[in-house]
């Protein structure tokens, strides 16, 4: 009985995909060399001009590095996964962007998990990371004292904490000093002769949150002689609508205040809005602070003063710290502070009915 004919699948029409040897060939090289020439780490082994050579034919070819086989070779996935809170929030895109483009520099490939303030998602993310490979993380997430840390050491995943810190000891950290930009806040405003300032509060849980918050009590006990009296309500999440929530609230129970420093900008844009819908006019009733200096702060009416947090720093100093961990090279410190700064706009005014005298008020 005649055999009956075989159809063509797909796949046999198909050109066979150009691999490493055929490169070194086109070239006139050892493949090792090719090797050298397509890792941004080992490219300083050879001369500029066979690199450029080896290039050329990777063009010609269409050649494209079989990204699992090379991992499988070296152990290495060339990835790290970096996990922030909420990718909506102007804060976070600068610090993935940093860390991204350090890493792009050696030849990994970024993973970005979003774990949108979900109780539970953050250790749904760094698992699924860790499983996946990843050989190291930048975490914008950790919450204080958080027990994820304690996964991420256990699953020997070199780790690096960011923007927030998470207090321990056993991974390091990279984040502004909140404490001090917000004491900065308090002093521009009573240098202004504000006396009645209140706090819109981050959430407790969070460095960023109780940090700040222990900046603004702390500069205003060290100013209760001349006379600043502090108000505080603190809103569940750095968010617009807390910041509404939040400035009702104050109203309510502080309606002497004449300024406002809130822990960040999202929060101050919302007290902001509360204000405009009350009647209430910033910065000529009430002065506003934010704390972040997000992206189109200065767009908004009135532009917002704020303490910058410089997250293009933050992203690339955490870069070169999992770098390092990743290499197991030695760090000289593994808790980086950043320190922030006034930025001065329209939304902070000078009280009316006040004559400032107190020079040693000014921020240092």
């Known amino acids: 009985m005649p055999r009956k004919p075989t159809s063509k699948t797909a796949s046999s029409d198909r050109p066979s995909r150009a691999t490493i040897i055929d490169v070194a060939k086109l070239a006139g090289v050892h493949w090792s060399t090719v090797s050298r020439a397509l890792n941004p780490e080992k490219r300083h082994l050879i001369s500029p001009e066979m690199v450029e050579r080896v290039e ?49 520099e050696i030849g990994y490939v970024t993973l970005v998990g979003n774990t949108d303030n979900v109780p539970g998602r953050q250790a749904a993310v760094i698992e699924r990371f860790i499983r ?50 917000m004491e900065i806040a308090v002093r521009h405003l009573a240098a202004r ?17 109780y940090g700040r918050h222990r900046g603004f009590s702390n500069a205003c006990r060290a100013l209760a002689r001349d006379g600043v009296v502090p108000a505080i309500v603190f809103g569940a999440e750095f968010t617009v609508e807390d910041g509404e929530i939040a400035c009702a609230e104050l109203l309510r129970s502080h309606p002497d205040i004449t300024a406002i420093a809130a822990a960040n900008d999202m929060l101050a844009i919302g007290a902001l809005r509360h204000l405009q819908a009350r009647g209430i006019r910033c910065p000529d009733d009430i002065s506003i602070i934010g704390m972040n200096n997000m992206q189109f702060m200065d767009a908004i009416a009135p532009a917002l003063t704020t303490i910058l947090t410089p997250t293009t720093e933050l992203g690339a100093q955490a870069a070169s710290l999992l770098i390092a961990l990743i290499n197991e090279t030695p760090i000289k410190t593994s808790r980086v502070v950043l320190k922030p700064e ?16 107190d020079a040693d008020l000014a921020p240092s």
């Not at 996964?151 to 995943?157: M, Q, T």
């Not at 002769?193 to 949150?209: D, F, M």
Request: aromatic fraction near 4%.
């Open 193 to 209: 002769g504000h006396r009645r300032i209140a706090h819109i509060a981050g959430p407790q849980n969070v460095s960023t949150g």
């Open 132 to 181: 996946q490979g990843v050989e190291g993380l930048a975490v914008a997430t950790f919450a204080r004292c958080d027990p994820a840390v304690d996964a991420c050491i256990e699953a020997n995943v070199p780790t690096v904490a960011v923007f927030r810190d998470p207090e321990s000891d056993l991974i390091p950290s990279v984040r502004v000093d909140d404490a001090r930009a």
């Open 56 to 104: 050329a034919c990777v063009k010609e070819l269409g050649y494209r590095a079989n990204a699992l086989a090379s991992g499988l070779r070296t152990q290495r996935s060339r990835t790290i996964g970096v996990i922030v809170s909420n990718l909506g929030d102007p804060v976070h895109p600068p610090i993935v962007r940093a860390i991204e483009d350090r890493f792009a």
């Open 342 to 357: 006034l930025i001065e706009r329209a939304s902070v005014a000078r009280l009316r009915s006040t004559i400032h005298r």
